[in-house]
């Protein structure tokens, strides 16, 4: 007796962890809340604000995509995740979606077996350093003690900028943001790289911003966006096109403020198949026909979540630049909605 | 009637593997075996269908692939166009210097500790009981955390040693003015004395510590009267008052002196090296000098690994010096058991340990590499950080330092135990022969202790191995940090990284508990 129930249960748990592979949608559906792997604090792009709830760019993408599943943005359950741990918790089904200022790279896509469904945030590597340190240039970091965050891409570009430009450097490898910051203050390391947008976030929580300055030099491309398992298509579907629905939004002057009277009133056929007025776009992907109008809904178009999250306006102050939508010179661009 | 022949031959029959005890224990025995390997068996098998369907392989290929990253700390060259097996390998080496260090440290730690624990002197033996307390029942990542942060905040930023343009106009204009330091007074040095300052308190503690001492010294081991015990710790207070207006006067008056005679130019950095210019404390590490020769005997490499001709021949010389020592005292103890005389060594013993090596150091042009900022013509000073000497990681520092003395506090109470297990009367017997305790420490009770501490020991050994893997927490790149860390994580192998890290510290452990084991039957009780 006791031994059945023990193949029983080897049994049953053989068959649980066969079938989380697949079907991330239902499995998403049926626990009525997205699990998103996100960042363990980066002002801005993701953390919990003073009452516990969690704000920021990323932050905002998953909760469209809750919106869009379950008709709830606030049905989502944030697991923090850092460099080192992101991937293998994405990869073993602890979160369904991760949204953490990861790179899209070749072997992040091929060799870990994940996909990477869009970019939110095109960005790129950068230095920081304090202004009384007298550098104005990456260049004339020779010797210099940087602060690098371990499991990233930006470990692996700084190795290759400094061999590039035969000059040497001693890192100083640390575990996440908060320890790096700590380290940079404390001096143990003359500078701090890591993603330009990463290092604005960081500079705005400083308490003397104006001593501390980004260096020009941009040494590499960083297109961060959410990330899948690889093999769940329907998903990846999914969350490719409800953050193509916020650029389409704002592509179209959709927002959180006037959503309703644009359903209500407009004529532009894409719209109306966007919002789920015309045709059964949502059911396609195995969506209520509204999903895309909820999602908008969540937190506005994507200008408007860059803005109130890293736009000018807010203590991080990033300018659109490369994130601009492609009618402005950026290259923010989604396929048509047809 | 012959009814006595008609025994009936039993035949085997299956219930007998359970009722009949000849067979009950075998059954038992492959029962359990055939549940455990249907437990492996499905181990296995879940992880190969896992993997197939993440759509991954099994393979180790990674090892040789460009890892990429950089270490701080390497003990064989590595840069970031090794491969990934490399920078296992310094991981490795990492993860053994620490261990070894560890280890060495704290046996010395635990065995004085242990000894002192049992002194008379009621105050030591309380301290180290405070000691292996503290030590014993606070969890070891903390110890780690808090001396890797007491260590990186407290010291200067390198920075701060720097000789900046306006220093070296400061000196030419104070040279020009002709201002010559006079030495201080003696009401100047007691007077300077800034008393609100670590130093001082310092100073303060050591002070009362030493007097109180003495004291006990005086009034347990001297058998005089009042007068002199109270002279003994007035001798050392005096002492101690005259270091503070002489050797330690810099010290102690530093505060208030810079501030009032540099106004506001400064002359110097705000932080000087130590150690007679050699040293530099920073919150980066300690810079320390390296040795360098000037005309090395070369060397070659086995299997990617560096050999240094002059470290073996080093070593070599030292060894053959020890030995000859050991000759030396062997012939001195034959002639005093022949004649009762027993000839003077010291000098021969000092000059065979210490002189061929260094006219060995001096043949191959051994000095030290002093660190120091490259400096342009005028004095100012340039770069980030010091060039030259060795840079010592904090994060190697505090897991040597957390380490030894956590663990050192488990093998003082091994030690203690280990004396304590020694019968009362071998000291006794000891001390009737004539012995001071401290021979009779050395030559009686130890030796025999040993018998007891060695087996306990091995397996503190193997807990300080496997514990170096909490470096991870103050970015030591130990086989955690690179194999383990960077490595699994730059090419997403996690159960080849996880296997082989597991592999790698079994084979460590397994070696380390033989070796212990082989000494442990060379010390042991021989049973004839």
């Known amino acids: 007796m006791k031994k059945s129930a023990l193949f029983g249960a080897l049994a049953a748990t053989t068959m649980i962890v066969g079938a989380a592979t697949a079907g991330t949608l239902d499995d998403v559906k049926a626990r009525g809340e997205l699990i998103c792997g996100s960042n363990t604090g980066l002002t801005g792009f993701g953390m919990p604000d003073a009452n516990g709830t969690w704000v920021g760019f990323d932050v905002a993408l998953c909760r469209a995509v809750a919106a869009a599943v379950l008709g709830d943005p606030t049905k989502v359950k944030f697991v923090p995740t850092t460099g080192e741990t992101r991937f293998t918790a994405l990869a073993s089904g602890e979160v369904d979606l991760l949204v953490r200022n990861s790179t899209w790279t070749y072997s992040r896509d091929n060799d870990l077996k994940l996909d990477f469904v869009a970019v939110n945030y095109y960005d790129g590597q950068g230095f920081m350093v304090k202004k009384d340190l007298g550098v104005s240039s990456a260049k004339e970091l020779d010797g210099a003690t940087v602060c690098i965050q371990t499991g990233t891409t930006t470990e692996l570009n700084l190795a290759d900028f400094f061999k590039f430009n035969n000059i040497s450097y001693t890192p100083v ?137 890293i736009g000018s306006a807010t203590p991080i102050g990033l300018a659109r630049g490369l994130n601009a939508l492609w009618t402005q010179g950026g290259l923010q661009y989604a396929a048509p909605f047809r | 009637m012959a009814l006595a022949t008609d025994v009936p031959k039993e035949s085997f029959r299956l219930s007998m593997l359970i009722y009949d005890t000849r067979f009950r224990s075998i059954t038992i025995q492959v029962v359990v075996l055939l549940l455990f390997l249907l437990l492996v068996g499905w181990l296995v098998d879940n992880t190969v269908q896992n993997l197939a369907a993440k759509d991954k392989d099994i393979s180790f290929g990674f090892l040789w692939q460009r890892a990429g990253y950089d270490i701080e700390q390497q003990l064989i060259p590595y840069t970031n166009d090794s491969t990934h097996g490399r920078a296992t390998i310094i991981g490795l080496l990492n993860t053994l210097a620490v261990a070894a260090l560890g280890c060495v440290f704290a046996t010395v730690i635990g065995v004085f500790a242990g000894v002192l624990r049992l002194s008379n002197n009621w105050i030591v033996g309380r301290l180290m009981t405070v000691y292996v307390e503290i030590f014993r029942n606070v969890p070891l990542l903390l110890w780690i955390i808090l001396i890797f942060v007491v260590t990186s905040e407290t010291q200067p930023a390198p920075s701060d040693f720097k000789v900046t343009a306006a220093m070296i106009e400061a000196r030419a204009a104070l040279a020009g003015a002709g201002t010559v330091a006079e030495s201080a007074g003696l009401l100047d040095r007691i007077t300077g004395i800034y008393v609100f ?93 390296a040795p360098i020769l000037d005309r090395p005997l070369g060397g070659t490499e086995i299997a990617t690994i560096p050999v240094n ?60 590499d002093i660190p120091a900022f490259a400096t342009d013509e005028a004095g100012v000073s340039k770069g980030f950080n010091f060039q030259g000497g060795i840079l010592v990681q904090h994060s190697f520092t505090a897991l040597v330092v957390a380490l030894s003395l956590y663990t050192g ?72 940090g690179t194999l383990g860390g960077i490595s699994l994580n730059q090419t997403g192998r996690e159960l080849e990284c996880m296997l082989l890290m597991m592999l790698i510290y079994l084979i460590i452990s397994l070696l380390i508990s033989s070796v212990m084991n082989v000494f442990n039957a060379a010390v042991k009780l021989k049973e004839r």
């Open chain 1, 173 to 309: 490898t640390v575990q996440d943001d908060s320890e790096a910051q700590r380290q940079y203050l404390a001096g143990a390391c003359d500078t701090y790289t890591t993603d330009a947008s990463g290092l604005a976030a960081a500079r705005a929580t400083m308490a003397d911003p104006e001593n501390h300055i980004i260096l020009p030099e941009i040494i590499s491309k960083e297109p961060l966006g959410p990330v899948v398992r690889h093999g769940d298509n329907q998903w990846g579907d999914i969350v490719r096109w409800t953050f193509n629905a916020l650029l389409i939004a704002e592509e179209k002057g959709i927002t959180k403020a006037n959503i309703e009277e644009v359903a209500s009133t407009t004529t532009d056929p894409e719209i109306r198949r966007m919002l789920g007025l015309e045709g059964d776009y949502g059911k396609m992907m195995g969506l209520d026909n509204g999903a895309f109008k909820a999602a908008i809904m969540a937190g506005g178009n994507y200008g408007e979540i860059f803005e109130a999250n």
């Open chain 2, 197 to 289: 300052s670590m130093p001082f308190f310092l100073w303060l503690v050591i002070g009362i510590g030493l007097v109180v001492a003495s004291w006990q010294f005086a009034a347990t081991r001297l058998a005089a009267s009042g007068t002199t015990r109270a002279l003994i710790p007035a001798a050392a207070a005096v002492v101690w008052i005259g270091l503070a207006l002489t050797l330690f006067n810099d010290g102690l008056t530093r505060a208030t002196e810079t501030l009032a005679a540099q106004g506001t130019v400064q002359t110097e950095p705000a932080n000087q090296k130590m150690l007679f210019d050699s040293t530099a404390l920073t919150n980066r590490g300690a810079y320390v000098p």
């Open chain 2, 309 to 368: 001709y002059s470290v073996l021949a080093t070593l070599a010389v030292i060894a053959l010096s020890v030995f000859a020592n050991l000759a030396l005292l062997r012939r001195a103890r034959a002639i005093q058991e022949e004649t009762g005389n027993r000839p003077t060594t010291w000098w021969q013993s000092l000059a065979i340990l210490f002189l061929p090596t260094i006219a060995l150091l001096w043949a191959m042009g051994f000095h030290l």
């Open chain 2, 409 to 480: 506090a488990f093998i003082a109470e091994i030690v203690r135990s280990g004396i304590m297990a020694i019968s009362r009367g071998q000291s006794e017997a000891a001390f009737a022969l004539g012995l001071r305790p401290g021979r009779t420490m050395n030559l009686i009770i130890l030796p025999q202790a040993l018998r007891v501490i060695i087996p306990p020991l091995i397996s503190q050994y193997l807990n300080l191995t496997k514990n170096t893997s909490l470096g991870i927490a103050v970015s030591y790149l130990d086989l955690k």
